[in-house]
């Protein structure tokens, strides 16, 4: 079937309900399906949107088009939860059903203001002559779920593109701020745009903010800011950077960097740390974070790229989104781990001491191990037997390194490189926390200091072995589905 | 909207693929919806199918129709579970897309068969004049859920009416058997007939099934025969039942008979007992029940019955799949627990001993109760401040009485009466391990001695109280949503 711009755009009332009915139960049996993950129901999943808390529980929502693995006509699915694990999917909450919004209901944020949860979002539309317009949309979901009152917030400013969205809404002492992706329109650079409110009404626009003296590629998406230990961190997608600025293999890096403060009527980032990448992995991208009540930061990502195929796409299906990670700094650094509450999905716990770890695994998993150091070596995870398939994990606990190796699990972008290495400190012991869902791996290192994840597609097989005798200590538990 | 018998048979890809998204986020939103029961993932659920172990997994189907609250074109839905209680939904798996089920897949049974899962069910077919045919189909599903080589396996014979249906698939010896519920042709009374083949392709008809010397009204509908701790029980739907033969109070009952065992080849049960309602609740019906690999005999009921209205369906969906029952025989009487791995949900253990039990809940938990012997009184369950609301259980150890009565939680059924009684033995403490999930009650008594389950629609209202003091040990358990 081919995607012509016109079957992508096609309204969803045009498509069959037989059409999708097959599409779910496609998504649902393939076996690269992740099953403790938020996936997608059919279709494409792309960003997180409005990751929030409200009336007592967590809710995400995430960017669909239900129809196939490709960027058509989105909109958002909504999911809650208690303990950030366990996920209720609620369903289709923001459809594009508006001029505002009829090509897409693109990415935003939310926040609970009141007894209702504000949704800020970018709606797309075309017009006759198939130019975009990004309008930044309010609307507001009530606690049962019902999503109403869409309506205008402001349109994009004279200095900045056609590219301008994922707003993020936020509230200091009473004011109402909002940061942008954006692409100035004198030299097509990458921004993030601050604006701000006393209403939600009438909304002006600060100023790009302040945080680097570097150029940001052409265009910079979903912007977030979160404070962590007192700290301001600003979690941002830039696309097209200079690899001199920061480097990373990905087609477009999920980066942040960390600042003493922002002063966001000054549209100014105090002290900013050098970018760094979020991810040290694969396919992590449009990460959003927020503070819950408690001031915890909280992040979840996308597990897939913009411009990248995936062998699921031939199912009609693609992506995921990650775990949620609770978000720290120590020594300066952003710490990013998985939340407590992932522990009641452990079951059936195994010591693991013999050379050849596991013959077989159900390929959803958590596999905890601290290799101890002056070892070099290879983990194989969904290995084969004469190892012409696998996942290659490779350390050298002497000089300090990491390697995730994905040449021989599938091909996915490719032209991008298909290993990447994390530097750790020499003659030390690293401590590895594996999660597999069937295509997926996250891997948290030395409790979540780095963060490797990505995809990977050779789940037929399943054993996890050293490629020689290695020290370690490690523990196995099959991971339960949660949907 | 009217449902017309047009629209009603009117082809899932009619439908549009929006009107299904918004009917799915309506069932998920619900404030009555079930969190950890199998449910409608849109539209209305009737009886569990294939229900059986397969490729190391179990597995379930309901019948579904997915736009609405009525009993239209239906399909079969399909869940697998590793513990009978987490299910993943892999969505539509048995279509109406050919002429033998044209008018509906309706229900039928499974049964690993090589490496395949063989099912087999009745296909509804209306011809022009809208004479129903009910052919028996079968078919195979592989590992991957795919199901393909739909294909007639008998037509209905000249001894029965064209209501004949619900075949239950065994094997003994190496030939197979199927039982249906039927209403013979001469008398119009209600039979369960009995075939047999020797290599699913070619089926003969045995027999009417003999295990009682009372008429079953005017039709049976899904039959079922499981071994059960070395006796063969019978469960059965018995439609428009004498009540002289066995009493019971909703619309149909759900009916077993216990017996030595049964010689199918001669059609015969040795040494039945009277018949006994299944559920002494309001709302049980077309339980299904297989024996697991390991000789265990499982049961799950739809909870719902038919040409009975809910509340839901002003929100376009209904009803709900039972816990999964554990079978077994005690002093010639039928046993039914929850599965162990129920225990698996719970969470924020409490134990209860003041005489307010709880002033509020999530609608969503396990409540274990002892109540000592010689008392009298009502528990509130689902009650607000001045018990205008309420799902009222009112005991009496010292007779022996357990009345559960829903006049103040919702209209459901009210000419069929809104009570239900159990008797226990006199001068005993009673043990009462009650699973509320939002407007669904199960209440397992004395280890699953009785089972007295039912919907309820007050559950905005979440205190749990005693009317007066009561000795008793509690315990309490939220319980976690699976989907």
Known sequence: ????????????????????????????????????????????????????YFNGEYHVFYQSYPFGAVHGLKSWVHFKSKDLVHWV????????????????????????????????????????????????????MDKHGTVSDKH?????????????????IMEENGTYYAILGAQDAAQKHGHIDVWKSSDLKNWEEIDFLNFTNHEMGYMIECPNLVKVDGKSVLIFCPQGLDKSVANY??????????????????????????????????????TQAFNAPDGTAYAISWVGLPDISYPTDNENWANCLSHVKKLSIKDGKLIQQPVESIKTLRHNEEDLNSQLIKNSTSGQYELELTIKENQTGNLYLAAN?????????????????????????????????????????????????????????????????HVVSGRFFANANNAIKFDQKINYDGKFWNMESIM
């Open 1 to 52: 079937m081919e995607w012509t711009t016109e079957k992508r755009y096609l309204p969803y009332s045009k498509w069959g309900a037989d059409t999708l009915l097959h599409l779910q139960a496609q998504a649902a049996t393939s076996t690269y399906q992740m099953r403790y993950h938020l996936r997608p129901i059919s279709g494409l999943v792309n960003d997180p949107n409005g990751f929030s």
């Open 249 to 286: 293999q990905n087609i477009y890096p999920n980066m942040y960097v960390i600042g003493d403060s922002v002063d966001l009527d000054k549209a100014q980032m105090t002290n900013p740390s050098n970018l760094k990448n979020l991810d040290e992995g694969f396919d992590i991208y449009a």
């Open 89 to 140: 999917n609620l369903g289709l909450a923001v459809e594009p059903d508006c001029k505002l919004d009829s090509h897409g209901a693109y990415s935003g944020s939310a926040k609970q203001i009141g007894d209702k949860l504000f949704l800020m979002y970018t709606g797309n539309h075309r017009d006759e002559s198939w130019t975009r317009h990004p309008y930044q949309i309010g609307a507001w």
């Open 152 to 168: 205008l917030l402001f349109k994009k400013p004279n200095n900045v593109t056609e590219h301008f969205r994922d707003p993020q």
């Open 385 to 449: 037997d004469d190892l012409s398939e696998n996942l290659r994990l490779e350390f050298d606990t002497k000089n300090g390194k990491l390697i995730l190796d994905r040449s021989k699990a599938g091909d996915v972008a490719v032209k991008y490189g298909q290993t990447r290495s994390v530097e750790l400190d020499a003659n030390k012991e690293v401590k590895l926390d594996i999660f597999v869902d069937r295509s997926l791996i996250e891997i948290f290192v030395n409790d979540g200091e």
